[in-house]
C-alpha cells in the first residue's frame, strides 16, 4: 500500500508540474512553429516542437493557432526549396533562434 501511494503522490506530482508549464506568449508560440518548420524542411526530427507546440494551443485563439499553422508551412517550404546559400542562412537561424523545448 506505502508503495502505491508513493507511485501515486509521483503521478500527482509529474502532473502538476506538466501542467504548471509557463505558457509561452504568441510571439514564441509563433517562432517555435517557425523552428518547427525549418527543422522539419531541413529533414531533421522537428517532434519537440511539436509536442510543445501542441502543450500550448489549448486556450491559445484561434487565429493564433492559424497563423502558427502557416508560419510553419511556409519555414518548411522555404527549406526544401532553398539554394546553397539560402540553405545556409536558414540553418544559422535554426542554430541561434531554435532551442528545442524540453521533451
Known sequence: ??????????????????????????????????????????????????????????GRDRSVRNAAAAHRRSAENQMRRADEATRARLTAEISARCTAPAA
Open 1 to 58: 500500500m506505502r508503495a502505491f501511494v508513493s507511485v501515486l503522490t509521483a503521478s500527482l506530482l509529474v502532473a502538476a508540474s506538466a501542467s504548471a508549464q509557463t505558457p509561452m506568449s504568441n510571439e514564441a508560440y509563433l517562432q517555435t512553429a517557425r523552428c518547427a518548420g525549418l527543422v522539419s524542411g531541413a529533414r531533421e526530427d522537428a517532434s519537440p516542437y511539436d509536442r510543445a507546440l501542441r502543450a500550448q494551443s489549448g
